[in-house]
């Protein structure tokens, strides 16, 4: 089917987290004064048998990533550790809760969750991805204290192709309303038209009634524009019977601004919520107005204007943190991601943290949301390195034919009002050719990702994709009929046989770049895009020169945790930055082809070398200036500029047209020598960017650069510390190894250190770390206490640094 027609919407922005309906007070985070038991206990829906050792924890937390890296463990997740977990919290009920309804929100809990209070059990969520709450009221004790506790089960460590850590991993709140409120994910926005003039809008505002008695509710609404003015104002008066009451809204917006990817323009959203005068509930969230449409022939557009998806591909951890990741630092990620051209993300392959959508809305990016990686059949998960040995075949699927209807719904119930997001997900490569489904077809054409040789009688027939697709995409549009429903299809030629793809709004071929010409013409109907893809220059040509192919989504934006090789590898290097948000050579190549701000870069290796053919890597360069003597090395440079210009110590070895050189890479045969080497690039003449390298002598200082040294004692602020060893000139020594030091005096703490690499085994506990290409990152949380915390880093035979972080 093809979506033509204009689709248009509002947002509903989380404050701070998550979709809710709020009283005059914010929902109350719940993460801290927390106790974690690794292993299982007796008696733990009542807080545990005594003697039980609990480790005191805030949470976000996730066990897994304390380690130690493990053959022992698989591949697949790092070699990291998973098993049985509990945690417990006590707290007060206050007195004015008395009367009102509260819940306990969880955004995130990997796995099979069981939560209890006061020992009574509230329920269970085998899904590690999704959020829920359950209602504590009944079981609240006003004149003692009460006690919540969770259990996670990740006894089958080897359960995901990736990592997802363990524990309760997303923040937690405490939401407390009056009986008669707005319930979670329970307003919907839709702009069914929108001009340069007006916008149309709609608004559906379901009521829950927790009275015994119907209600007469007052209904209000502002729209305020970001300068104070209010752009729609709308009310009404409603009787709410017991239960849940849906009412709606239609206004006008005049002259909208409208939210795209260079301007996201934001609006706030006041819902409030009377009785007898008095205000009983109130949402007060930023919303965004848009309009998305894909085309067969044309491709995608955003407010009417074709748009070229130059997207990425991500994960959830964050290499030391694991997935206990705080806002900070995907905001630092997403400014280096978008410094690089990149406008779309593919929320690989699950929903993610409530506030990254949030992220994506502020920043501008446009967001495809994943639901799943497998249905009812279990993947392979490898255990002993990809492809090697035995897999394992736990998973998701154990839980699908129960909880797909509900999770898939709840992802969509959750984020279906953020103007960020163009495209829901129902599988990624669910159709692996052989991995589990199966088709005889594969023993003809080309299959570019495929387990095992052609048609492989014993596995699953591929026609069970096309009934289970038909019964997601039914899932999706009973909520939003506003977005296109999609899936990344790995096995296209297996695909097309059944009919899985005539499921789908859009299409997403994974790897398949060669089959849009032929698939364009053989299905004319379809709306056809890359949703993951190679590196290299020849799957962007397909995008870029193919009108109707609207979209690239590289594997992958950042390096990410598990779907490792053999051991010791133990993370996956794919990404255009690696684990500690370092950009590699690759990052500045595909800079050149997406940024539109005029920038250069040169990167080089001996001219001997043989060059990387792989799909996940373009050029096999390094931007480093330290060479034997009398080496022959090949210079190439990145640019998106009409001219480059290479220096060496001050002489020109000559100016290059990007439009002639070879894959547009502008190249250079030097003779090394010590000193710099420095290129410029030019537009219409005139210098627009430049880039240098120098040649590093001995080791002798430590660098830092903090993003962040100021903080307040509001909330736990975050300073990630770029920490370089370099030589007396401050020239970055790439080649270092050096062990650091990390010591900390004063209300902060160190959350970890990352240089990058996919192989260490060191301890993402410990205050020590070998720096990785002379470069380490550390991240500081201060504990939001008052006062200054000296944060010194220290290694062998290194002059030491520090730095001073003010909590006020």
Known sequence: MNIKNVICFFLLVTLPAGLFAQDKSRPILFNSGWGFHKGDITNGDKGGAAGVLWKAVDLPHDWSIEGPFSEDWASATGYLPGGIGWYKKTFNAEAGWQGKQVYIYFDGVYKNSEVWINGHYLGKRPNGFIPFQYELSKYLNYKGQNIVTVKADHSEFADSRWYTGSGIYRNVYLVVKNPVHVDLWDVAFTTPKISADKADINLKVNISN??????????????VDNTGKIAAAVQKQVKVKPGKHETSFDAEVSSPHLWDVEHPELYQLQVQLSRNGKQIDAVNQAVGIRNIRFDKDQGFFLNDKSTKL??????DDAGALGVAVPREVWVRRLKILKDAGVNSLRLSHNP????????????????????FDEWELGKNKWVKGWNVGTPSKDGYHEYFKEWATRDLSDMVLRARNHPSIIMWSIGNEIDYPNDPYTHEVLNTGKNPQIYGKGYLPDHPAASGLTVIAKQLVKTVKAIDTTRPVTAALAGVVMSNEVGYPEELDVVGYNYQEYRYADDHKKYPNRIIYGSENGMQRQAWTAVDSNEYISAQYLWTGIDYLGEAGKWPQRSNGAGLINLAGF????????QSLWADKPMVFIGVKPITQQEDKGIWSHKAIEPVWNWPAGSKIRVDCFTNCQESELFLNGKSLG???????????????????????????????IEAASYTLKTAGEASDIKIIADGTIFNTKTKGLSQVEVQVTDKNGVLVANADNEVVVKLTGPAKLLGLESGSTTSH??????????????????????????????????AGLKSASITLTTK
């Not at 130059?310 to 994960?315: A, D, L, N, T």
């Not at 990007?658 to 537009?683: C, H």
Request: glycine fraction near 10%; charged fraction near 25%.
């Open 210 to 223: 927790g009275t015994a008695t119907q209600a007469a509710i007052g209904i209000k609404i502002n729209l």
């Open 762 to 795: 060191e301890n993402y506990q410990s205050n020590t770390s070998k720096v990785l290409k002379g470069r380490l990152l550390a991240y500081i949380q201060t504990t939001g206490k008052p006062g200054k915390t000296t944060v010194q880093f220290s290694a």
């Open 352 to 371: 993610h943290a409530d506030y990254l959508y949030d992220l994506c809305d502020k920043m501008g990016f446009l967001v495809m949301d994943e639901a």
């Open 310 to 315: 130059k997207g990425v591909c991500i994960h």
């Open 583 to 590: 950009k590699k050579p690759e990052y500045f190549y595909r």
């Open 655 to 685: 100016k290059i047209s990007r439009a002639d050189a070879k894959g547009q890479i502008p190249s250079w045969a030097v003779d090394y020598e010590p000193g710099e080497l420095l290129v410029k690039g030019y537009n219409n003449g």
